[in-house]
C-alpha cells in the first residue's frame, strides 16, 4: 500500500470515528466496488475493504538480512517432564552464571533428561555443556537442517556434513574406541583448518593418547601456530618425549628452572633427597620462575635431577612456598604423565588442610575415583567449601548421605544456618548449592530436611537445585502421559 492509499484509509477511519458516512473520503478504487449499492451497503464494502487493507497490506514486510532457520534438532535424551519445570527454572534463575547455569543442565542430563529450549539453551561456543546438546550448539551457530538430522559416522568424506559440536563429539567417541583413526582424521583433514580450529582438534588428542600418537605430535613441530606446537609438545612431554620448548630466549630454560629449586636431605637415620623451592630476592626472580614453570616440561626437570616423576613429587617439600607449589601442581597438570597426574592427586590428598585444593587443577586429568576421593576430602573441611563452585570437570549425582553426614560439612551448614552470622548463612547457601550438583537424590532430600530443621526457609531459593535433584528421582525414566 503506498502512501496515498494511507492516506485515504486515514480519511475513512476519522469519518467512521466522527459518526459521518465515509463514501465520498474513499479512494477512487474502493468508490467503483461499491458505487452500485446503498448507501448503508456502500459503508459496509468500505469497511470490509479497509479492514482487510488493515490485516493484509499493512503488515511490515521482512527486512532482506531475515533468514529462514531450520526446525531446532531433536536430541537423543526426552525433554524434562513438564511437572518438573518450574523447579527447573527456579534452579537456572538461582545459578548464577553461565557456568552454573550449565551444571544444571549436566545434572539434568545425569538423570537422562534434556531441558526445554525456551528454559536453557546453549551458546553457539559453549564447550561446558554436555555432549546431548552438540545438535544444538551447531544450531546456534547456524547449522544446516538437512545435514544436522543425518546420522552418518564421521569420516573423511563425511567430515564436511558435521558441525563443529558434534564433529568434536564424534572425535571424542572415536578417540576413545579407535584412537587412531581419530589421528588420522585430525592429521588429514585439520590440516586446512584455520589455527584455532586446528587448535581445538589437537587439544583432543589428549583423549586416548598413548604412544602411537608420538609420530604425529612430532610432525606439529612445523605447524605454522605457535600455540598449536606448544600443545603438541606438552602432550609429547605426557608420553615421556623430552625435549627443550624454548623458543628463543636461553638455551636451556629447563637448567635455568632447576637453579630455582634446592635438593637437600631430611632424616636422621634413612636419609632422603628432598626438594624445595629456593627463596628469591626480587620480584623479577619471581616472574622469570614463573615463566620457567608456565613454559617447561615437567618431565625435562626431574630429569635434571636424575629422578622419575613420582619419586620427584614425593620429594618435594609442600608449604615452603605457596606460589612454586601452585606452578609445579599447574606444570604437572598440563606436560606430567599419567602417572605423576595420579600420584600428585594423591598426595596432595592425603596431605590434607589447604593441599587438597591445589589438586582441583588436575581434575580434568583425573579418573573418576580419584576426582570423587578429592571432593570427598574437601567436603570433610568446612574451611575449603568455597573450593566446590570452582570444580571443573565434576561428576553429578554421586554424593551418598553416609559419606556426606559422617564429615564435619553437615554440622558446619548447620551451625552457620542456626546462627547470627549473616555471612556465614550466605555461604552456607551458595555450598548447598554446589552439593545439590554432586548429591544423590536421596541425599538431596535429607539435606533439604536437615538444613530446614536448623532454620533455613523451606522457600529458600538456595534449595531449588537440591529440590530439582531429589524431584528427578521420580519417575526418571519416564516423560510426562
Not at 493484509?56 to 517432564?81: E, G, I, Q, W, Y
Not at 564447550?127 to 544444538?136: C, D, F
Not at 551448614?413 to 542456626?418: K, N, P, T
Not at 530436611?449 to 535433584?469: D, Q
Request: glycine share 8%.
Amino acid at each position: 500500500m503506498n502512501e496515498l492509499e494511507q492516506a485515504g484509509l486515514a480519511r475513512l477511519r476519522d469519518g467512521w470515528i466522527s459518526g459521518g458516512a465515509a463514501f465520498e473520503l474513499a479512494p477512487a478504487e474502493w468508490k467503483d466496488v461499491a458505487a452500485a449499492a446503498s448507501p448503508d451497503e456502500q459503508e459496509r464494502r468500505l469497511l470490509a475493504i479497509a479492514a482487510q487493507a488493515l490485516d493484509v497490506a499493512l503488515r511490515p514486510t521482512a527486512p532482506k538480512t531475515l533468514k529462514r532457520r531450520p526446525a531446532l534438532p531433536a536430541l537423543a535424551m526426552p525433554m524434562l517432564p513438564e511437572r518438573l519445570r518450574p523447579l527447573l527454572r527456579a534452579a537456572l534463575k538461582y545459578a548464577a552464571d553461565a557456568r552454573l547455569k550449565a551444571r544444571v543442565a549436566t545434572l539434568v542430563a545425569s538423570r537422562g533428561f534434556v531441558l526445554h529450549p525456551m528454559d536453557w539453551m546453549p551458546a553457539a561456543s559453549d564447550q561446558e555443556s554436555p555432549e546431548v546438546y552438540a545438535p544444538w550448539v551447531d544450531w546456534q551457530a547456524g547449522a544446516d537442517g538437512e545435514k544436522q538430522s543425518r546420522r552418518e559416522q564421521l569420516t573423511a568424506e563425511t567430515w564436511d556434513d558435521f558441525y563443529p559440536a558434534a564433529r568434536r563429539t564424534a572425535l571424542v567417541d572415536l578417540r576413545r574406541t579407535t584412537p587412531a583413526l581419530a589421528r588420522t582424521l585430525i592429521e588429514t583433514k585439520g590440516a586446512g583448518e584455520p589455527a584455532e580450529v586446528r587448535l581445538a582438534l589437537v587439544e583432543l588428542m589428549r583423549f586416548g593418547l598413548g604412544a602411537d600418537d608420538v609420530p604425529f605430535l612430532k610432525s606439529l613441530s612445523a605447524d605454522r601456530s605457535g600455540k598449536v606446537r606448544e600443545l603438541a609438545g606438552r602432550l609429547l612431554a605426557r608420553l615421556g618425549e623430552h625435549g627443550n620448548p624454548a623458543d628463543g630466549g636461553s638455551e636451556d630454560p629447563t637448567a635455568e628452572l632447576a637453579a630455582f629449586i634446592e635438593e637437600g636431605k631430611s632424616g636422621f637415620i634413612r636419609r632422603r633427597t628432598i626438594y624445595a623451592p629456593m627463596k628469591l630476592k626480587s620480584p623479577a626472580q619471581q616472574a622469570r620462575r614463573a615463566d620457567l614453570f608456565a613454559s617447561c616440561y615437567f618431565g625435562d626437570l626431574v630429569a635434571r635431577f636424575g629422578k622419575t616423576e613420582p619419586d620427584f613429587i614425593g620429594a618435594w617439600q609442600f608449604g615452603v612456598d605457596d606460589n612454586a607449589d601452585r606452578f609445579l601442581v599447574l606444570m604437572v597438570s598440563v606436560s606430567g604423565s599419567d602417572a605423576a597426574v595420579a600420584c600428585l592427586a594423591d598426595r596432595l590428598v592425603a596431605e590434607g588442610g589447604k593441599l587438597p585444593l591445589l589438586a582441583l587443577q588436575l581434575m580434568l586429568r583425573l579418573d573418576s575415583g580419584r576426582k570423587r576421593l578429592l571432593i570427598s576430602q574437601i567436603l570433610n573441611d568446612p574451611q575449603n567449601l568455597h573450593a566446590l563452585n570452582l570444580v571443573e570437570g565434576a561428576e553429578a549425582g554421586w554424593l551418598e548421605w553416609g559419606d556426606f553426614a559422617k564429615g564435619k560439612t553437615l554440622s558446619a551448614l548447620r551451625s552457620a544456618i542456626s546462627g547470627d552470622n549473616d555471612v556465614m548463612k550466605r555461604s552456607a547457601e551458595q555450598h548447598l548449592e554446589a552439593i545439590g550438583f554432586l548429591a544423590t537424590a536421596a541425599t538431596a532430600e535429607k539435606l533439604i530436611g536437615e538444613v530446614v530443621t536448623a532454620g533455613l526457609p523451606p522457600a529458600s531459593p538456595s534449595l531449588s537445585l537440591l529440590r530439582l535433584n531429589a524431584a528427578l528421582a521420580e519417575n526418571r525414566s519416564q516423560s510426562d502421559r
